[in-house]
Structure formats: C-alpha cells, structure tokens
C-alpha cells in the first residue's frame, strides 16, 4: 500500500531563506510526482508535475527533485517571500489515474 | 489554461437535505474526481468517473452517489445530508493519457 509522508508538518521561515520541503512514499514503483500548493480555505493549485525519468524540474523560484530509488522527494523554494506562504502538498499516482496525497507542509514566510 | 468550477464557494444545508455539488471542467478531460478535505485527515476521495455514465467508489463512499451525463460535468450528490458531511469537497480532472490533477476552488458545506 502506497504510503506519502511529508517533513515538516509546519515551518515558518523569515523572507528571503531558501527551503527545502521534503516528501517520502513507500512504493517506489510511481512514473510521476506532483507537488500542490493550497491557500487556505482554496482549491490546490498545481505547481510541479516531475516524471520518473526526470530527476528535475523547475518553475520561477520552485525546484523539485524526485529520487525514486530512495522514495523521497524535495520541493526547494529559493528567496521565500510572504506570498509563498500555504500548505505545500505531493501526490503520487495510484492505479487509473489515482492520486495518494501526502498530509502536507504548512508553510508560513515572515516579512 | 485547464479550468475547473465548482457551484458553490460556500453552502449551508439542514439536515436530512439533499444537496447537488456540482464540478465542471473545460478541457475536455475523461477523468474526474471528487474529494473530501478534513483537518487532520488530509484529502480522501470520494468517487470519481472515467468517463461519461462511469463511476467508481473511492475510499469514502458511503452516503454520496454521484452522476456523470455530460463529459464536462460531474455531480455529488448528498441523499440525505448530515452533519458528519459538513466538511471541504474539492473536485478534480485529469486527461487519459495523464495523471496530472487539476483541481476546483472548492465548496465548504456546512450541515446543520
């Protein structure tokens, strides 16, 4: 059974710190990884869709890496701003389309 | 840009209700989900649908059904609702040929 972990639960940084949320699953067997961010009481908006036979992508200021033989992932977030704050989650597939969702990161950038 | 839309920012419903969520998307997407978003147990899926008059339970079922007549649409239906359903409920689709979630700004349903 497909389990995703994230570390930490909750980080608050000062603005302009560089970070490094990080994601585990148990299966290493997944073709992609995708990182979400939600605001609260919004949707979840998706940031970053790496597949397996990447090691990287990247998007602005976000970069994630994705090591399947390890099962782990990290969503870096360069010059953190006030805006970056919100729950970070990631998701890897399931079988038919299905997403298993990791609990997420609460993240909180202070000016 | 995919777009997904929900009815509803913000619903109230009496007990015993029925109560229609609907989700629409543009993109011409075969796959469509529904979720529910509780504190402290993090998103679990409801049901979702593969394609037009397809269904398929996901982990949480019990006390929804949902309907799918038109491909961009996709309904939950609360039979008769609950205060235990008072909670987020987020939609989602995806292409076939991906995996890629795209989800809708969300309904908070408070049951009374």
């Known amino acids: 059974k497909q389990e995703v972990t994230q570390i930490p639960a909750a980080l608050s940084v000062p603005e302009g710190e560089n970070l490094v949320l990080n994601c585990s699953f148990t299966?290493?067997?997944?073709?992609?990884l995708q990182w979400f961010r939600q605001d609260p009481g919004k949707g979840l908006t998706s940031l970053l869709l790496?597949?397996?036979?990447?090691r990287e992508q990247t998007s602005g200021r976000l970069n994630a890496s994705l090591d399947k033989s390890s099962g782990r992932s990290t969503l870096y977030i360069a010059a953190s701003q006030p805006g970056d704050s919100a729950t970070y989650l990631c998701?890897?597939?399931?079988?038919?389309?299905?997403?298993?969702f990791g609990a997420g990161t609460i993240l909180r950038v202070k000016s | 840009d995919v777009k997904v839309t929900q009815s509803s920012r913000y619903l109230v419903k009496r007990t015993g209700e029925k109560v229609f969520l609907e989700c629409v998307q543009d993109?011409?997407?075969?796959?469509m989900f529904w979720y529910r978003q509780d504190p402290g147990l993090g998103l679990r899926l409801i049901y979702f649908?593969?394609?037009?008059?397809?269904?398929e339970k996901g982990d949480i079922p019990e006390g929804y059904s949902v309907s799918r007549e038109k491909k961009e649409r996709f309904s939950l239906i609360l039979e008769s609702a609950s205060t235990n359903q008072t909670s987020m409920y987020l939609c989602?689709?995806?292409?076939?040929?991906?995996?890629?979630?795209?989800f809708g700004p969300g309904t908070r349903l408070t049951v009374l």
């Open positions: 993109m011409d997407h075969e796959n």
């Open positions: 989602a689709s995806t292409a076939q040929w991906s995996n890629e979630q795209f």
């Open positions: 299966d290493s067997a997944i073709y992609n």
């Open positions: 649908s593969y394609d037009v008059k397809m269904k």
């Open positions: 998701a890897v597939p399931l079988y038919g389309n299905k997403l298993v």
């Open positions: 790496i597949q397996s036979s990447q």
